[in-house]
């Protein structure tokens, strides 16, 4: 079975320019969440998404990050414009979603975002 | 509020040596979750373990055991007769039932196995 896809694994960006990242979760799985980890920490939530549905996005910096899950499978990341506190390694994750339940989180290899 | 700490920042041993690797936790839920993810140099977070609060029993699988300790809000976490292929960044997680999905990670221990 596969597991999560993101892309593109590396991108390097001048500040100010846009930057999107794409993440596939695992087939059958609901929730997709979004976590920025920057060097030498754990990573942080984003955003949780059950299905299309955003339901936990209060540490999402909504100035200028924005993600979407459309039909409720791929998502995209979006920063615009960039700032050079930005770089880091954004990591997709996903869990199966079952109502009532506590699912385990399954992590993509992560974006590595270095902006210039 | 929910944190976890992991003291260890780096640890560094020689192939075959056991290691542990500490965890503490705070949460005032009473229903909580704990996981530790591997992060090797690809990237990737590799799930390992996930334990409730309920489920005080320690766990062996293979050459990795975890010590579940609710009296001292410990989570930790030995490798026994580690291996070159064990140099990681490992991490202890904690999921509160009161904070939906949401995962609060440790700064992680990045363990180097030498040869």
């Known amino acids: 079975e596969a597991g999560v896809v993101q892309s593109p694994r590396y991108k390097i960006i001048e500040k100010k320019q846009p930057v999107a990242f794409w993440c596939n979760p695992i087939?059958?799985?609901?929730?997709l969440y979004w976590y920025l980890q920057n060097l030498g920490q754990g990573p942080e939530l984003l955003i949780r998404y059950e299905n299309e549905e955003a339901v936990d996005d209060s540490q999402l910096p909504k100035d200028r990050f924005s993600a979407e899950r459309l039909k409720g499978v791929d998502s995209t990341l979006k920063i615009q414009p960039a700032e050079l506190g930005d770089s880091a390694v954004y990591l997709c994750?996903?869990?199966?979603?079952?109502?009532?339940?506590?699912?385990?989180?399954?992590f993509g290899p992560g974006t590595r975002l270095t902006v210039l | 509020a929910q944190k976890v700490t992991q003291a260890q920042t780096e640890i560094s041993v020689v192939e075959k040596e056991d290691v542990t690797l500490d965890c503490v936790y705070e949460?005032?839920?009473?229903?909580?979750?704990l996981f530790w993810y591997k992060q090797p140099p690809s990237g990737e977070l590799v799930f390992l373990i996930r334990?409730?609060?309920?489920?005080?029993q320690n766990e062996i699988s293979g050459r990795y055991s975890w010590n579940f300790q609710k009296s001292t809000s410990s989570f930790n976490f030995t490798i026994t007769a580690s291996q070159v292929v064990d140099s990681a960044v490992y991490f202890c997680?904690?999921?509160?039932?009161?904070?939906?999905?949401?995962?609060?990670f440790g700064e992680g221990t990045q363990l180097t196995v030498n040869p």
């Open positions: 949460t005032r839920d009473t229903t909580y979750y």
């Open positions: 334990r409730n609060s309920f489920d005080e």
């Open positions: 994750a996903s869990s199966l979603g079952s109502f009532g339940s506590v699912d385990t989180q399954y």
């Open positions: 087939s059958g799985h609901n929730t």
């Open positions: 997680a904690l999921m509160q039932e009161t904070s939906g999905s949401r995962l609060t």
